[in-house]
Structure formats: structure tokens, C-alpha cells
């Protein structure tokens, strides 16, 4: 997901870090990301695995989160060894940290200390807190932008009568000036991770001499902004496109 911010880098830092300094040293590595935090849902939660290049060793290391820009970190835990999982709840993060809106970013961060040289890694977990899911905001009028398939304007997403998670998105072949007489587009958003699959769908009879346009592809939901982002495959009886990427933003 989208949707999960991995590998967040930090860029230069001027100030003394009292975490530490990255990338001097030992760098732990963080791998196997799954899960996100959803405001509201103190179980909801974040797993990863946390190891270290090949024939390190560290004397001590601890897992830090931090939300925010003030970056005051606090352990939330030991690592005793290397590879180690590890899976923390919203409930954990809001222990350590206090409340935490729907919208934040937490970071979640690896110090190793070898040699009496404290190390943070320059990959950092940067995990958004979700806003629960509220079908008002996938649904409505929207604006779709696709740079590389060339295509800009506005279109219309629904709700499923019987399931809100269930969307169908009308207007895609409208806005590049074709007859959409086929569709809609539909999409699936998974609710406990914002994934969104979209179903192959011809969209159009006629595309400019080919025949049944059709779209498919996968992206993410923010359940925060309503913004969509997807890659999707664009294909006609005579021809695969390839993929393309779309923004869907609320109007």
C-alpha cells in the first residue's frame, strides 16, 4: 500500500541526533513490512523483520518509534537476537507516545550500538495512521490524472448497494473522448490494508478502431484524503498497452 510509507529517507541532518547517527557502523536492516495502523482501532497493527548485514554484531540494540516532526524517540523494545519479528499494535505505539490522531505518521526506527558508536538506520518504517474506512469518502465526484496514458478530467465513483467496499468508477473513457458504452470500472478496496484490486473491465466497444477497451490493475485507497492511486494494465482486443499510473482526488 499504497497506500505504507517504507524506506523513508531522512536526508542531511545539521543538529546532534541524540538517537544516534545513520549509517555509521553496524545498519540494521528492515524487511517483510506488513499491516498498517487504522486511528480508532487500537489493535490494528504493523509487523517487519528486523536483521543485520552478514557477520555483524552489535553489543545492544532496541526499536524507537517517534510521531511527528519533533522525533523525540522512545524504546519500544529490545532486540536480544538477529533476525528478530516483530509486531506492534496501535495500542503499543499510543502506550509509549500518547494519543495520536488519525492522519499522523509514525516512525519506527532500529539503534544498534557497537563499539560505543550508536547507529540508526537510513531506512526507517514511516507508517501512516490510517482513518477508518467511511464509504462517503471513496465515492462522489473525482478528478483522474494520468501523465504517461495522457489522460486528465473528471469522472464518478459509486458504492456497491450491498458492499461499501465494493466502488465502480464511471468516466475513465468518456474523459479520453470515446463512446463508454461498456462498464463501469470496478474496484475492490480490502479493508484491512486499503489495498484496492480493480477487475478487468472493458469500458468501451470502439477505441479509436480497436476493439473493447478494458482496464485493470491494483493501488491503494487513503481512507483519510479519499485519494486513489493506481497502475493499471490498459489493453484492447488488437493491442496491450501496457501500465499506466492514475491518480483518483477528490473534487
Not at 537476537?81 to 526506527?109: C, H, M, Q, R
Request: hydrophobic share 40%; with cysteine; glycine share 8%.
Amino acid at each position: 500500500m499504497t497506500i505504507i510509507l517504507v524506506a523513508l529517507l531522512f536526508g542531511c541532518e545539521v543538529a546532534k541526533d541524540p538517537a544516534g547517527q545513520r549509517n555509521v557502523g553496524i545498519v540494521p536492516l528492515l524487511t517483510d513490512v506488513s499491516g498498517l495502523f487504522i486511528g480508532g482501532e487500537p489493535s490494528s497493527f504493523v509487523q517487519f523483520k528486523v536483521d543485520l548485514q552478514e557477520g555483524a554484531t552489535v553489543e545492544n540494540a532496541q526499536v524507537v518509534v517517534s510521531s511527528g516532526d519533533a522525533f523525540q524517540r522512545v524504546k519500544i523494545a529490545d532486540i536480544s537476537s538477529f533476525p528478530s519479528d516483530f509486531t506492534f499494535t496501535l495500542g503499543d505505539i499510543t502506550e509509549k507516545l500518547g494519543e495520536i490522531n488519525e492522519g499522523a505518521v509514525i516512525y519506527i526506527e532500529v539503534v544498534t550500538t557497537r563499539d560505543g558508536i550508536t547507529t540508526r538506520s537510513n531506512a526507517a518504517l514511516a507508517q501512516i495512521v490510517f482513518c477508518q474506512y467511511d464509504v462517503n469518502m471513496a465515492t462522489g465526484s473525482y478528478h483522474s490524472l494520468s501523465a504517461d496514458w495522457n489522460s486528465e478530467g473528471d469522472i464518478s465513483i459509486k458504492a456497491d448497494a450491498a458492499d461499501q467496499f465494493t466502488v465502480y468508477v464511471t468516466g475513465l473513457e468518456t474523459i479520453d473522448g470515446l463512446d463508454e458504452d461498456q462498464g463501469p470500472l470496478v474496484m475492490h478496496i480490502n479493508p484491512a490494508t486499503f489495498e484496492v484490486i480493480a477487475d478487468k473491465t472493458v469500458l468501451a466497444s470502439d477505441a479509436w478502431g480497436e476493439t473493447n477497451i478494458a482496464y485493470e490493475g491494483s493501488g491503494s485507497f487513503n481512507s483519510c484524503t479519499g485519494l486513489y492511486e493506481m497502475v493499471f494494465n490498459i489493453s484492447t482486443d488488437q493491442i496491450d498497452y501496457g501500465t499506466f499510473t492514475f491518480t483518483f482526488t477528490r473534487n
